[in-house]
């Protein structure tokens, strides 16, 4: 019997993927979309904890900072913890604008159509009060109401002639198309069993699944098929009973994440693609991104109850672009995050985790707050994901091993955004007690597949199509081409939402 044949393949079922998903099978097209991780259903599975990290197979080498992913439906965006930034209209153009990075062959008004039409989809809650971003409209649901602690962050922003504004997040703050508002539970980093928070198997997912997308989780892609003539033709994948499959189709769409299409790319080898797929600018796995990330933490004299609630809160960007003096390219957002629950607190403090000192802290665990550091960090190509040559995968497959270096640019950020949280929050009325740390992982890996017009120095074009694979498109957080100072899945979700509208309008016009 003839296989079937389906009008796209979508490869993983993150942020993009699900975004891509629910937008080709909304247009009547016959997709089929495969995810290597589980299902969960919320209601049943996030109560019991059952909805864990399944293991991501990645190496690291020695002394590299470990970012990650999570695989299953709804992606990295199931533990999420809901801030939903747009990126600013100067990280479009960073190269022309600052010197540095590169600059993205679209620009910030090309995608802001995209931005609001997710915004709506996902209904998420914001004000459109702050001055660094391009002016917008009003968001589809007010902001969140905002805690003690943001209040004093937001008051000492405020007395040094900053500008602190409300963070926008993908959490409803009202009931909104059949979905309850927050109860603030802090459970967000367990996955959503409220129904609130945007991750996409509350969104996307049922609505593709409505749309009638075939989707299969537990679905592993091994490779992507291609013709003598180099057109990508299908997949190879293993079913969730073990077993090899192929699947055809003349789109294929890679939205497999950052840290793991390099491997998938380079293993697919075809009669026009000795060396893989989009091999010619010698750019994939290259570029790996992960935001200069860390945590300031600063105590108060009143309880500030920092624990509850969700992260986000009150943002300050007035570093974002950079700041005087700075020996550093480009900058960071702060933003107030939620404090971990009172065991794994003591593991982020780096003095005073014994004895007495230990007591005091502990004591005033409910005056304390912590801010999220988001910097931009500088896409180098030694910072990269590659087949690692020693470890294999349960199909013999290499591991995707991961090399990630900070450099002094990146330290010197940090020291600044410390400096400035530090001054803030001392304005704010905090005491002299502080703690902070720059991450040793990241949950933003960005860039291995970067976007470009040029086909020597770039994967994909400015729709995520593959420059040397026609019919291969790669849209996720692979493509950026660099970070900006914001979490990404917005961005990730309205590039996604792009190149859908794309397809869908190329094939009916
Ligand atoms: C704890 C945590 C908190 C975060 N908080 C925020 C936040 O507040 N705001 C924000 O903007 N971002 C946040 N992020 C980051 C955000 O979730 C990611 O940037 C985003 O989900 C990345 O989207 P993606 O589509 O690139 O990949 P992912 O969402 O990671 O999805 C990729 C999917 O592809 C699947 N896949 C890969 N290869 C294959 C294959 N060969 N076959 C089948 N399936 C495959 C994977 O299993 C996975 O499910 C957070 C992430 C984590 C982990
Ligand atoms: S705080 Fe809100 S978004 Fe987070 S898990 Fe609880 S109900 Fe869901």
């Not at 079937?4 to 993150?14: E, M, N, R, S, V």
């Amino acid at each position: 019997m003839p296989r079937a044949k389906y009008d796209a393949i979508i490869i993983g079922l993150g942020a993009a993927g699900s975004v891509v998903t629910e937008a080709l099978s909304g247009a009547g097209w016959k997709v089929l979309a495969l995810e290597e991780g589980p299902w969960y259903s919320p209601f049943r599975d996030y109560p019991d904890e059952r909805a864990v990290r399944t293991p991501t197979g990645l190496t690291y080498e020695p002394g590299s900072l470990r970012p990650s992913m999570v695989k299953c439906v709804g992606g990295s965006m199931l533990f999420f913890a809901g801030v939903f930034f747009r990126l600013h209209e100067s990280d479009f153009a960073t190269r022309t604008r600052a010197g540095c990075g590169t600059d993205w062959p679209i620009s910030y008004k090309e995608l802001e159509p995209f931005y609001n039409k997710v915004e709506i989809f996902s209904g998420a809650s914001g004000s459109n009060k702050n001055v660094f971003e391009v002016p917008r409209g009003a968001y589809p649901n007010p902001a969140h109401p905002v805690s003690r602690g943001a209040q004093l962050f937001a008051r000492g922003a405020r007395t040094l002639g900053y500008h602190p504004a409300s963070t926008p997040m993908s959490i409803i703050s009202r009931p909104y198309r059949g979905r309850p508002s927050c109860t603030y539970c802090a459970r967000c980093g367990e996955g959503c069993m409220v129904g609130d928070k945007s991750s996409p198997e509350m969104t996307y997912i049922p609505a593709a699944v409505k749309n009638g997308a075939d989707i299969r989780a537990g679905y592993k892609v091994l490779t992507i098929e291609t013709n003598a003539a180099g057109r990508a033709t299908g997949v190879v994948y293993k079913d969730a009973e073990g077993v090899k499959q192929r699947a055809d189709s003349d789109l294929v769409m890679l939205c497999g994440s950052a840290l793991l299409n390099p491997t998938l790319l380079r293993r697919s080898r075809g009669p026009a693609h000795h060396d893989g797929l989009g091999a010619r600018s010698a750019m994939v796995g290259r570029n790996l991104m992960c935001h200069n990330g860390g945590r300031y933490m600063a105590r108060f004299p009143e309880v500030v109850n920092g624990y509850m609630g969700i992260s986000g809160g009150i943002n300050v960007q007035d570093f974002y672009e950079g700041a005087p003096g700075g020996d550093f390219h480009r900058g960071y957002t702060l933003y107030v995050s939620l404090l971990p629950p009172p065991a794994e607190f003591v593991g982020y403090l780096e003095r005073d985790r014994w004895g007495g000192r230990l007591m005091d802290v502990m004591g005033s665990y409910n005056r304390i707050i912590r801010l999220a550091v988001v910097g931009e960090d500088q896409a180098r190509p030694e910072n990269m994901v590659y087949p690692d040559p020693e470890a294999t995968d349960e199909n013999g497959f290499p591991r995707p091993r991961v090399r990630f270096k900070r450099t002094v640019n990146e330290l010197n950020m940090f020291e600044h955004a410390v400096a400035s949280s530090r001054s803030i929050c001392r304005a704010g009325g905090a005491d002299d007690w502080e703690n902070h740390y720059i991450s040793s992982g990241s949950a933003h890996p960005l860039g291995t597949c970067r976007m470009g017009d040029d086909p020597d120095k770039s994967v994909v074009d400015r729709w995520g199509a593959c420059h040397d694979v026609p019919g291969l498109y790669i849209c996720d957080g692979s493509v950026f081409p660099t970070s900006g100072a914001v979490n990404p899945s917005l961005t990730i979700m309205a590039l996604a939402a792009r190149t859908a509208d794309h397809l869908i309008s190329r094939r009916s016009g």
